[in-house]
């Protein structure tokens, strides 16, 4: 009804008809190699699930697209690609609860997800489409697994995985809570199955160094450094008291970045796993307790708020640095992977020790004085006491001090610690990208030949998980069973998929070269167009997509495959767009909103707008169904005014000021990223407009700035209104006269006790900055004296007018 209210805008009937022609004309394809300067502009790959297209997705596009049609029409050879992150978990468990197969779910998401981009008019280079699960594109993810496997990167190992016994699947840390699977309830297992690995923590230092080279959000590269988690410490021995003749463990190795605080340790702590617990399984508390803790998943364990827990080992450990016997326990707030699993305990200085020395009755003994610890622990650095010879030292002065003691003695010595872990790299599902990999009985770990790659996935009919928590891809004989490409003798495929991860750490170098059947793509074109210029994406994606890629990135780079080191010169992050309710959009809450539903009720073009006016782009914002009509409405004033308020006539001096201020901020908002301002200052324009007229050439100016913004409405107007040639995305950015974008000056009265003593002039927008104002008129010559030794009692001040003291 709103719709046909209107009598002049009708996206309905304009945005088809420039989809089509926009498409048929290849109007934004990139070229390679062409002399102009190239900008690589990437936004994330969507998953291409059942959902669809989510307003989250198009907020981030939207506005990445219209930066991208600045940056074409201002003479750039711009690459804006789009493809399919299509292998996964959730197309899997579709498959099995609907009967259709994977691949045909994939198909059909794809093929909606693309109709969704075509209306909503975002101006990839279709031609460059990709699409993960294709195998002549997944036939290099697997050539880039045999790369990393013949640099010594990958590598098997037994370890532990969360294991759900009702849906049969691995789950990671962030899936089970409180020790139940998060998609059905159940009790997880932690099982230990062999899996491939890639040696990530090798990386973990350029990685970190080489954010240096980057511009990244400043919270991006915040939680990429805690991800890697450096950590400088010391690592120092305890040794055991008598140890039995038959015990293998002598001595335990602790972790600590306080070492200064080594006088004050009245127990040592180590993780279940530790391999001094393996003896003492004899003892039933102690099997109850590790058997408990395996439940937990990692994420649990060490979560701070939570109560510590642990559980007297019986043995005892020599204090390095004064022979003080003390206890060890076992705790399982100690991580088995992180500093050889054993910690010191320092009740005194550390929260976490506090706790859990006030919980099992264990001393608590002051070493470094500054606090209160009959409170709480104090954990900052200060002067040590109760530390023998190093009693008056400050902290940084005694970890150097007792570190050298330690190392001279062969107690201890320096090390880095990393939070980073190696990466696991199979799954035990079916709709991934086969591991290439054959074993065999007497040649072992044998790659598959490049020439035979890609290896397919076989179609299968039955791809549930299976009960012993092997992929599905083990019941296929046929597949499973190969010759071995080194002896010819019977082998077997590996029968792990990779991680969704796997496809989206290099499919941004896929869009350079998708049809590339010879390499993953062409040398000359990795050098032409990479780095990428600007990579947007979600938050969710900082450490772990963001980590993996850059680390693919330097294998390639370390074997010569790419250029530079990094592969993303700067990287900004879309807020998320929650619910009119302000909860996160979902199918259960029922609070949704669809992209299609806005585009059909109002357009393509509003859809954008909003998305981009709704708020600060790096911020969540709630969504508003009033803004959405409010930005209906503005671009049915554009298009009236476009047809209604031209005239050949000189443009008033005030307009055409506001028209050049409005190309000026439009253009520096859009490079600064500040999409909502950019709208609004075009929204402010639009009312100075309503008042006048301008001439066809002035109004065109402002149609070309909107042409980033709202596609569609800009293409109808300049064709079909306007009567130009097709297209106007084909235009120069327009420039804005220098002399005109100065900002008018404002007066302002000043008064002293309401009588006229002066006036100063200033910019329009400081006239309504009492503060500002104050301080010129203040020191305003002819105002001075009349302020002069008096006391001011009052200020009255209206904005843009008038200032007034009052003084006794
Ligand atoms: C004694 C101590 C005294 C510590 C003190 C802190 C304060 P970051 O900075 O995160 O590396 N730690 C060492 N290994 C651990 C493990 N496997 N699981 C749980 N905690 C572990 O933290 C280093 C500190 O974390 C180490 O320094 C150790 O506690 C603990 F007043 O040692 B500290
Ligand atoms: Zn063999």
Not at 404 to 431: C, I, M, P
Not at 504 to 528: M, T
Not at 574 to 587: I, N, P, Y
Request: hydrophobic residues 35%; glycine residues 6%; contains cysteine.
């Amino acid at each position: 009804m709103f719709i046909r209210s209107m009598k002049y805008y009708s996206p309905q009937e304009i945005e088809p008809k420039w989809q089509e022609k926009w498409f048929k004309s290849d109007l934004y394809k990139a070229s390679d190699f062409s002399k102009k300067t190239k900008k690589y502009i990437l936004v994330e790959f969507p998953y291409s699930s059942g959902d669809g297209l989510h307003v989250g997705h198009c907020r981030s596009y939207s506005a990445l697209d219209a930066l991208s049609r600045k940056n074409r029409m201002e003479g750039f050879n711009v690459l804006f690609p789009m493809g399919w992150d299509a292998f996964g978990l959730p197309t899997e468990n579709y498959a099995i609860k609907t009967g259709i197969h994977p691949d045909e779910v994939t198909k059909k998401n794809i093929a909606s997800f693309k109709k969704q981009c075509l209306r909503i008019g975002f101006s990839f280079d279709w031609s460059r489409e990709i699409n993960t699960t294709d195998p002549d594109c997944y036939k290099w993810t697997q050539w880039i697994f045999l790369k990393v496997f013949e640099k010594g990167l990958a590598y098997q190992a037994k370890i532990p995985i969360n294991w759900c016994p009702s849906c049969k699947i691995g789950l990671a840390n962030e899936e089970v809570i409180n020790g139940e699977c998060e998609r059905c309830g159940a009790q997880t297992k932690r099982v230990e199955k062999k899996q491939w690995m890639f040696r990530i923590t090798d990386y973990a230092d350029r990685l970190l160094k080489d954010l240096d080279k980057v511009d990244y959000l400043s919270k991006i590269k915040a939680q990429q450094k805690n991800w890697i988690g450096k950590s400088q410490g010391v690592t120092a021995k305890f040794k055991l008291v008598k140890p039995k003749s038959e015990d293998k463990v002598e001595e335990i190795e602790i972790f600590t970045t306080r070492i200064d605080t080594i006088f004050g340790v009245t127990a040592l702590v180590v993780a279940p796993e530790h391999p001094l617990v393996k003896d003492l399984l004899g003892n039933k508390d102690i099997k109850k307790y590790v058997s408990e803790a395996k439940k937990k998943s990692e994420l649990e364990r060490i979560e701070l708020s939570k109560e510590k827990t642990g559980v007297d080992s019986g043995l005892k450990a020599i204090n390095p640095m004064n022979n003080e016997e003390i206890p060890i326990w076992i705790g399982d707030y100690v991580v088995a992977t992180y500093g050889g699993g054993a910690v010191m305990v320092v009740p005194a200085h550390d929260y976490r020790d506090y706790d859990f020395a006030r919980k099992y009755k264990l001393e608590i003994k002051e070493v470094i004085s500054g606090g209160d610890i009959s409170k709480k622990a104090f954990v900052d650095y200060g002067k040590l006491v109760n530390s023998g010879k190093f009693n008056g030292l400050g902290s940084q002065e005694a970890i150097k001090k007792i570190t050298e003691d330690l190392v001279k003695n062969k107690l201890g010595r320096k090390t880095v610690a990393y939070k980073l872990r190696d990466w696991v790299f199979s799954r035990q599902h079916y709709w991934g990208e086969p591991i290439p990999i054959i074993h065999c009985p007497k040649c072992g770990v044998v790659p598959v030949p490049e020439k035979d790659l890609p290896v397919k996935l076989p179609f299968v009919k039955k791809y549930k998980p299976t009960d012993t928590g092997e992929s599905p891809l083990a019941a296929v004989k046929e597949w499973v069973n190969v010759k071995c490409p080194k002896c010819g003798g019977q082998g077997k495929r590996e029968t792990d998929t990779m991680p969704n991860w796997a496809g989206s750490n290099w499919y941004f170098l896929r869009y350079l070269d998708p049809q590339n059947d010879k390499e993953f793509a062409s040398k000359k074109k990795i050098v032409y167009w990479m780095p990428i210029d600007l990579y947007n994406g979600g938050m969710e994606h900082t450490t772990l997509h963001l980590l993996y890629s850059r680390f693919i990135y330097k294998v390639l780079a370390d074997l010569g495959y790419v250029k530079g080191v990094e592969p993303y010169k700067k990287r900004r992050s879309h807020g998320m767009v929650l619910a009119e309710d302000g909860r996160k959009m979902s199918k259960s809450f029922g609070n949704s909103v669809s992209p299609d539903d806005i585009v059909n009720r109002f357009g393509a073009d509003t859809l954008r707008i909003y998305e981009m006016f709704m708020g600060p782009f790096e911020q969540a914002i709630s969504w508003n169904s009033e803004g959405v009509e409010g930005c209906y409405r503005f671009l049915n004033r554009v298009y009236k005014l476009c047809k209604e308020n031209i005239k050949d006539q000189k443009i008033p001096q005030n307009l055409n000021n506001k028209l050049h201020q409005t190309i000026k901020k439009v253009g520096d908002d859009l490079e600064k990223m500040k999409f909502n301002t950019a709208v609004a200052c075009m929204m402010e324009f639009i009312n100075n407009w309503q008042e006048e007229y301008l001439s066809k050439k002035e109004a065109e100016l402002f149609v070309k700035i909107l042409a980033p913004f709202a596609p569609f409405l800009a293409e109808e107007v300049w064709v079909e209104v306007f009567k130009n040639e097709y297209s106007i995305h084909q235009q120069p950015w327009p420039k804005y006269d220098k002399n005109l974008i100065k900002e008018e000056r404002i007066k302002i009265i000043i008064q002293v006790n309401g009588r006229l003593r002066g006036e100063i002039e200033v910019d329009q927008k400081e006239a309504n900055n009492e503060e500002e104002v104050t301080k010129l008129a203040e020191t305003e010559p002819k105002v001075k004296g009349y302020l002069k030794g008096k006391k001011i009692k009052k200020i009255i001040f209206v904005p843009q007018k008038i200032i007034n003291f009052v003084v006794a």
